[in-house]
Structure formats: C-alpha cells, structure tokens
C-alpha cells in the first residue's frame, strides 16, 4: 500500500482547557485550566511547524478558546502564516465585539456549538448556554463570518435534530455540521446515551435530507450516505490507498493545551509532546500515527472491503473497546472482503 497523498491537511490546536462551561459529554473534562498551558510563542512555533507542512487548515479549540485572551493574536499569526484559521466556541462569549475582532485578524470560520432545541441544549451544557450560543451566532454572522452549528448528537438529542436545521435556517447560518458522541472524558458517564447503529444511520440520513443548508459530517460512515460517493472508487483503487473515512493520523492531527499531539480530539492515545520533538518528526515518524496512517485495523474493520474508504470511528472503537485499531461498534453497513 503506498503511502497517503494528501499529507497533514488540518489540525487542531487546544489552546486551554479552561471552559465557562461544563457540558456533560466533553471529551477534554474542560473547566479550570491546566498547568503549563502551551505559550503563545509556543503555539506560534506550531503554526509555523503546520505552514511548512503543508497545512491547509487550523482550528483553535479547547475549553473554550475565547477564554484565551491573546486567541486574536494567534488567529492573526495562523492567517499570516498562509492557514486558514477556525474558532470551534460555544459561543457565549462572542459578543459582538469578539466578532469584529477575530474578523479583523482574518478569521475563516466560527463553529458554535448547539445541541438540541433549549431544553435538551441546556440539561447538556448548562442554564443559559442557549441563549448564549444563538447570540454568538448571530454576532458572528453580523459580521459577515463564515458561521457554522456543530450539533453532537446522542440519544440524549436525536429527536431535536430537525429543531437544529430549522433554527439553522431561520439564522441564516448556511452549513450545519453534526458527529457521533464518543464517550470519552466527561462523556463516559453518559455511555448508555451513544447510539444505536440504526440510530446514527438514521440520524445522517435527517442530517443529509436538509434542504437549504451545507450539511455535512467528518463521521466516516457519512460516506455510505453522501449520493455517489462509493461508486466514485473502482476497487483496484481502493486497494492501493487510503481514499476517505477516518482522518486521525492520516490527515488531521490534534495538539493539547499541555502540548501533547493525538491522532484527532477525540482519540487521546499520546503520539508525543512537540515540546520534545518537533511535530514534523511526531508526525512522520511516531508509531501510532504510523499504523492509523496505513489503516492496520483489527476485527471487521481490518477485513472490510472499505477499508480504505472508511475505516471506521477509531475514537469510538478505543472507546467502546480500548483498542484504537478495533473495530466500529456504531458500523451499519454490510462489512466484507
């Protein structure tokens, strides 16, 4: 099998784990801020290190990354760099004043986060947090940012998804995105709210069905869903390269507040510390990302003719088994040679 083309495309960079929030399904358990947090000479230094990669993409996360009081300055640096800089919030503290300033240092694009109508957003993420977060979308949008809705569904909120486009729609936000909830972090107290393959199956087909709006997921199994998107690749091709699915390692990387690097933010299997080893070498060299890189799976997954399609959630399957190379738990289609 040859090696992926594509190289490092995205990466997310947490910027703290300090949170004005405590949802209940938080994969990073954010709230207080961790010792250490990576510096901003350090983070620019990441920046630097993703630009001569060949990165495309940077999404600041954390916690919440507007807690971060020199976040501009790290847009402005990412934007200067030649990347493309994303905020991931839950918007509460994006007045408009925030807006203008992060539209002002080059911005990309604001994710907010909203899981459900009000009550089902708020036993999730707190009293408040809803009003708080249609505000940030709206002072986003009113400064003419590329504004997007991340909606985690679970059992706790698949009946609000239709509520979510809809809102979507009536904001004006033009593309609505949507992932699994993975039970990791604070999440795990909430396993029994992950859902049914047939739930999330349906849940992409409403997600997909949405008139109106740019729907889409980084889910794997979105691709079985997409029209044409299968039929695009010839089985010659798909076994001689990685062509889509699961981006941890292959194409994404992740990069912790405290500098830890992780295949992606929701599978934390330790690939090294960039205040170690520079993150070109983490990248090229370190095993994990080695074996995800070239989808050497376990179970269903490893013998499944898409392999190299899909390669199913590694985040679901360290969670759900402990073996990030398992299989998927949340597969609904027909795995085979």
């Not at 809102?167 to 992932?179: F, I, K, T």
């Not at 047939?198 to 949405?210: D, H, I, N």
């Not at 299968?230 to 912790?256: F, Q």
Request: hydrophobic share 35%; net charge negative; glycine share 12%.
């Amino acid at each position: 099998m040859k090696a992926p083309e594509s190289g490092l495309y995205t990466a997310e960079i947490r910027v703290t784990r300090a949170c004005n929030l405590r949802c209940r399904h938080c994969s990073v358990a954010a709230g207080s801020p961790a010792e250490k947090e990576l510096t901003r000479e350090e983070i620019e230094g990441v920046l630097d290190d993703l630009a001569g990669m060949g990165a495309l993409y940077v999404v600041f996360t954390g916690g919440e990354p507007l807690l971060r009081p020199d976040i501009t300055d790290l847009v402005a640096y990412a934007s200067s760099r030649g990347l493309q800089p994303s905020i991931d919030t839950n918007g509460l503290l994006l007045t408009s004043e925030a807006a203008e300033d992060l539209k002002r240092a080059g911005v990309s694009t604001v994710q907010v986060s909203l899981d459900g109508a009000k009550k089902t957003h708020e036993a999730i993420r707190g009293e408040g947090s809803y009003d708080g977060a249609v505000s940030g979308i709206k002072n986003a949008l009113s400064q003419g940012i590329y504004t997007t809705i991340n909606f985690t569904i679970s059992r706790m909120n698949q009946g609000d998804l239709e509520d979510v486009i809809e809102l979507a729609r009536e904001l004006g936000v033009r593309a609505l995105s949507m992932e699994r909830f993975t039970p990791t972090g604070r999440g795990v107290e909430m396993r029994d709210a992950l859902q049914s393959p047939e739930e999330f199956k349906k849940s992409l087909e409403t997600l997909f069905s949405a008139e109106g709006l740019r729907t889409s997921s980084t889910d794997p199994l979105s691709i079985f869903l997409k029209d044409g998107f299968v039929a695009r690749y010839s089985g010659d091709e798909l076994g001689k390269r990685i062509c889509g699915g699961c981006t941890a390692g292959v194409a994404a990387i992740t990069i912790s507040y405290d500098g830890q690097v992780y295949p992606c933010p929701k599978l934390e299997v330790p690939c090294g510390n960039i205040r170690d080893r520079g993150l070109p070498e983490i990248w090229a060299e370190n095993r994990v990302i080695n074996r995800l890189r070239f989808r050497e799976l376990n179970g269903a997954c490893g013998t499944c003719r898409w392999r190299n399609l899909c390669g199913g959630c590694r985040a679901v399957a360290m969670a759900e088994s402990g073996n990030y190379l398992g299989e998927d738990p949340g597969c609904f289609i027909e795995a085979g040679p």
